[in-house]
């Protein structure tokens, strides 16, 4: 009977244990489970994906509108003729839009984090990301607002300055060579067509770097090359008021956007830029004067897009006539 009653409780005891441990195991599969739920660029709603097409190395920039859009960070290096990994773009985050823009650093060089600045499109001491409002340079410039049933609206912008051209092209898309989800901007070296006044050249190589708008907010001789050569692009902060102008586009079709910064193959001679490695100290440039920033705004020539390209400078642009998430 004694020996009846050990055998009965020694199962009984094997049973609380597995169940015990089944429980565990249940318990550290539910925790585990988020861990693989990470998000990636393959379920974002839109990427942006970069494409070097000059003669030397870029680093990816990006700053945002001080409307509380999400900064972009681990932004890439590109070899010439190299292609990034698409980058999500964080519309549902922050505010619930991004706006921002993207543009090519060039002649870069020095330690990241303490000595690392470049010749064009200086944003800050980092490899890959900016800390500060960019100098004077080409941007790719975008509004990524889930609740804009017109989708996302993008333009080429010179307004502050021409640095290495730039062209947008939404992907997987069969659209028109006009109008909605049309690529915008130019593959076509634009330097040549700056002004003398306006170029800064590379002290060390006499190339030229970039070509900076004198005044962003009217019409110049720089603006009329600009718009002369490439008129699906901004040259100027009001250009979208102008009656027949190409600037802006919008595509609510597509998931991602190609951004290429340099010319195209067959459509003009290399993009001017300067060559010193990451590690190594870049010849030292007078940097560009940016152009006068915007005193007063105007109403947007679309509601819920933008009236004006933004300013580039030490801070961040805040000015409401970027792409705007809500009417004006």
């Not at 064009?120 to 890959?128: K, N, Q, R, T």
Request: glycine share 10%; charged share 15%.
């Amino acid at each position: 009977m004694r020996r009846r009653t050990r055998s009965l409780l020694l199962a009984l005891l094997l049973v609380i244990v597995g169940v015990s441990g089944t429980a565990t195991a249940v318990h550290f599969s539910r925790s585990a489970t988020p861990i693989n739920e990470a998000a990636t660029a393959g379920s974002a709603d839109h990427t942006l994906t970069i494409v070097n097409n000059t003669d030397a190395p870029i680093w990816v920039g990006s700053v945002v509108n001080g409307d509380g859009s999400i900064p972009l960070t681990g932004l890439p290096q590109l070899a010439p003729g190299a292609k990034s990994e698409p980058i999500a773009i964080p519309e549902h985050t922050g505010p619930g839009f991004w706006r921002g823009r993207i543009f090519a650093r060039q002649g870069c060089g020095g330690e990241n984090g303490s000595t690392f600045h470049c010749a064009v499109g200086d944003c800050g001491p980092y490899v890959d990301h900016c800390s500060v409002g960019e100098q004077p340079a080409s941007l790719a410039e975008f509004n990524f607002n889930p609740s804009d049933p017109a989708g996302v609206w993008y333009d080429a912008s010179y307004v502050d300055a021409v640095s290495t051209p730039v062209t947008i092209t939404p992907n997987d898309v069969n659209g028109p060579t006009d109008g909605e989800c049309s690529a915008t901007g130019c593959a076509i070296d634009l330097l040549s067509s700056c002004p003398p006044a306006n170029l800064t050249k590379d002290p060390a190589t006499g190339r030229p770097l970039v070509c900076v708008n004198p005044n962003r907010d009217a019409p110049t001789p720089y603006s009329d090359a600009i718009e002369k050569r490439c008129p699906t692009a901004y040259a100027w902060s009001a250009q979208d008021h102008e009656q027949g102008n190409q600037t802006m586009r919008s595509c609510s079709r597509c998931h991602g956007m190609t951004i290429t910064f340099g010319v195209g193959s067959g459509t003009g001679g290399p993009a001017h830029t300067v060559r010193p490695p990451v590690h190594t100290k870049p010849h030292p440039v007078k940097k560009p004067v940016p152009p006068p920033r915007r005193t007063t705004a105007h109403r947007p020539s679309r509601p819920g897009t933008r009236g004006t390209s933004g300013a580039s400078g030490s801070t961040p642009s805040t000015e409401p006539g970027r792409p705007s998430p809500s009417p004006a």
